[in-house]
């Protein structure tokens, strides 16, 4: 497995462009040792290019599920591989797929795919994509860009799905989260019933709080201005991330009994393409012309903070 790291005193991140371009490690320097920002790799899930036990995958050409795996778009209606447990198609089609490495040195690296170059896609449009990771100080950056190599319109969305550690020393005995978000897209399975509504109180991030390890989270959430925020105040560490307005949506998933958490910057939310064909708004979806792109980034800073 040929992993490419880029780095500096600070931080450090580790990539897999053969399984997804997905994320293996992210390290940050505290007190002379290196603590997992977000949670490693088994040596076992790289070994099986297993993307989903990555650190970090990434969403292109959609986020999160379209329903039963069909896409209805534009008066048509389109079947998709359902690879999800619950008869979904999910995660968008690049996370299994090998990409190029396009240019790289210590602090920088760009990749990118061609959809027409793959074979089996599960997608009816052709699409080009690119990333580029990037380390300058504490902050590292990932950029997003996606066009349409068709001759017709296609839907596209696009985000990262990072897992964090929920203790990065044996001092954490807890982690405190803060979301920006306006709005939660309702109903009791990850397919949502209808437009975001207010956020009810007992999942309501925009305040600092508690990020429970005794109840499952996993909620689609419209997002609002601002940062999201995350603190280890026993480690004495806490980290922003800041998105594009592009991303208008925000995902948390938080597992019970698990040593991992995921907050999800995404441009469309869950199942948004039908959503938006249903005639229900502000879903996030894009669309493109022929030989449009659309693009954004996401930045993620890490700082002691005692």
């Given amino acids: ?23 293996c490690s992210m390290r940050f320097l505290l007190n002379g040792k290196w603590v997992d920002i977000m949670r490693p790799t088994p040596q076992g899930a790289m070994e099986a290019k297993d993307p989903g036990a990555f650190s970090s995958f990434h969403l292109m050409p959609y986020s999160n599920r379209i329903e039963n795996g069909i896409l209805h778009f534009r008066g048509k209606t389109l079947s998709l591989f359902r690879n999800d447990a619950d008869g979904h198609a999910i995660h968008g089609v690049v996370r299994d797929m090998p990409w190029k490495v396009r240019s790289e040195d210590g602090q920088q690296l760009e990749v990118g795919l061609d959809s027409r170059e793959q074979e089996n896609v599960n997608w009816p449009w052709p699409f080009s994509c690119r990333m580029m990771f990037r380390l300058s100080g504490n902050v590292f950056t990932i950029r997003f860009c996606i066009r349409n190599e068709g001759s017709e319109v296609m839907p596209v969305g696009f985000g990262t799905h990072p897992y964090f550690s929920r203790k990065l020393t044996g001092q954490d005995d807890r982690v405190l989260v803060k979301l920006p978000v306006k709005g939660l897209y309702p109903g009791n399975t990850p397919i949502p019933t209808g437009k975001w509504i207010p956020v009810p109180r007992e999942l309501d991030f925009s305040e600092e709080r508690i990020l429970r390890e005794d109840r499952l989270v996993d909620n689609c959430f419209r997002a609002g201005e601002g940062s999201v925020m995350v603190q280890w105040p026993g480690s004495g560490v806490a980290m922003t991330m800041e998105a594009d307005p592009v991303f208008e949506n925000l995902i948390l998933y938080a597992p019970p009994g698990k040593p991992f958490f995921a907050i999800e910057p995404v441009t469309n939310c869950n199942n948004g393409f039908n959503m938006a064909e249903s ?3 502000d879903t996030g979806t894009i669309c493109l012309r022929p030989g449009e792109e659309a693009a954004g980034n996401i930045r993620i800073t890490i700082r002691e903070n005692r």
Wanted: one cysteine or more; proline letters at 4%.
């Fill in 1 to 23: 497995m040929n992993l490419r790291t880029i780095r500096n005193d600070q931080t450090a991140v580790s990539v897999c462009p053969e399984v997804g371009s997905s994320i």
């Fill in 279 to 281: 005639g229900v708004d």
